[in-house]
């Protein structure tokens, strides 16, 4: 009898630290992109915003403009308030027209990478289309290099197209892509919204992905869209939505995800944020 009590209490054991080494973790900082207060910034000003973001205990941030400040400004502003400027988006016009402006820019604002979120424009997104992107990409992902700053890519979910044996425009993006020059950030409402699986695609592409944009997406909103366009009040609190974030999370922790940060473009996001960050507060080591 004591003997199998002894063997029970080994089995729990082993089955309680099993248990503890599947539970994934955020292997990679969370920050902010800081268009999730796009409203704020315009209404309150940028001081106050960035107030709200030190508050909430952020210190990394994704910028997306500067609200009208000169880069040098809005760095100080982020300085002051312990804010690390990681990464900011950029027009993909002004990607093919003055990367070396952009660069400047980057330098001058603290960043070490420098993207773009949209380059769907009149055309549609088809494999010329596709194979076009890629090369101004690679062009522009040169240059920057060049710079000491790094190029990455927002998808945004009309790059799914089906092409090839089972594949989609995507992976044709990524094949087309100097890996060198070229990394992508996942937003995964983009991923799930066109019916995508983001756990999946990360596995895929282990070493492409710099950055995630945490994000969920309403339960009951249909998927399998390419238009890269949902109402923003489809964007709900991380775990009540459609993502399957133990999975996510899981995944690039396997992966090259050097940073994940929260987005929320939804006009509650003041309300949301907070509770977000409890969310995620089960992930953490």
């Given at each position: 009898m004591i003997r199998h009590i002894a063997a029970c209490i080994v089995l729990l054991a082993v089955s309680v630290v099993a248990s503890a080494e599947e539970k994934p973790m955020l292997k990679a900082p969370v920050g902010l992109q800081l268009y999730s207060l796009r409203t704020q910034f315009q209404a309150e000003g940028v001081p106050k915003t960035l107030d709200r973001v030190k508050d909430l205990g952020f210190k990394y941030v994704e910028l997306a403009g500067t609200y009208n400040l000169p880069p040098d400004k809005f760095k100080a502003m982020l300085d002051e308030r312990g804010l690390t400027p990681i990464a900011g988006h950029f027009s993909f016009d002004r990607f093919k027209a003055d990367p070396e402006g952009i660069a400047s820019d980057a330098k001058a604002l603290g960043l070490q990478y420098a993207g773009t979120a949209w380059v769907k424009g009149k055309e549609p997104f088809d494999e010329k289309y596709c194979r076009e992107v890629a090369a101004a990409f690679n062009k522009a992902g040169k240059a920057l290099a060049d710079k000491g700053i790094k190029f990455y890519y927002h998808i945004h979910g009309y790059e799914f197209v089906p092409f090839g044996d089972g594949g989609t425009l995507f992976d044709l993006l990524v094949k087309e892509t100097d890996p060198q020059y070229v990394s992508f950030?996942?937003?995964?409402?983009?991923?799930?919204?066109?019916?995508?699986?983001?756990?999946?695609?990360?596995?895929?592409?282990?070493?492409?992905?710099?950055?995630?944009?945490?994000?969920d997406l309403r339960k009951g909103v249909p998927t399998g869209a390419l238009t890269g366009n949902t109402d923003v009040r489809n964007d709900v609190t991380l775990g009540t939505g459609q993502v399957d974030y133990p999975a996510v999370i899981r995944a690039a922790a396997n992966s090259g995800v050097k940073y994940h940060f929260i987005e929320d473009e939804s006009p509650t996001v003041i309300t949301q944020l907070p509770q977000t960050l409890k969310f995620l507060e089960q992930f953490k080591q």
């Open positions: 950030e996942m937003d995964i409402l983009w991923v799930v919204y066109p019916g995508q699986d983001p756990a999946k695609l990360l596995a895929k592409y282990p070493d492409r992905f710099c950055f995630t944009h945490l994000k």
